[in-house]
């Protein structure tokens, strides 16, 4: 695929405005938890780590080296993963309290699975002398 380089920026630039957005809503405090506001919890700021992997995973897109291209897989698998732990620990239900998940919370696994799936198909050139 000869664009898989600019879809895997643009689908890294919208991760990052995903953690932005409301990920899950705890209804019985009225706290809403994004990547980087979570309010009273002790989740920490999930979407500080998709970050620096969204901002590795843009340069490494952006370089035409083919040791860019493997690293590249190694930050998408990690943002991927990242994006499971976070939909596992902001989903878990806590003495008795479920959050209610927002659609945000899907989207950030399937844009990171998206964005992995954009590393394994960079243009390269491969008839160089």
Not at 20 to 31: A, D
Not at 64 to 80: D, G
Request: charged share 10%.
């Amino acid at each position: 695929m000869k664009h898989s380089q600019t879809i895997g920026i643009l689908l890294t630039l919208f991760l990052l405005f995903l953690t932005t957005q409301p990920l899950v809503i705890i209804e019985s405090r009225h706290w809403v938890i994004t990547g980087w506001k979570v309010a009273g919890t002790n989740f920490g700021q999930p979407g500080k780590f998709m970050l620096y992997m969204g901002v590795m995973n843009i340069v490494l897109f952006a370089l035409p080296f083919i040791t860019a291209k493997r690293f590249n897989m190694a930050f998408a698998i990690l943002n991927f993963a990242w994006a499971i732990r976070n939909f596992i620990v902001l989903s878990a239900c806590s003495m008795g309290e479920c959050p209610t998940k927002q659609w945000t919370l899907y989207a950030c696994i399937v844009v990171s699975f998206a964005i992995l799936i954009m590393t394994f198909l960079p243009k390269i050139d491969v008839n160089k002398k």
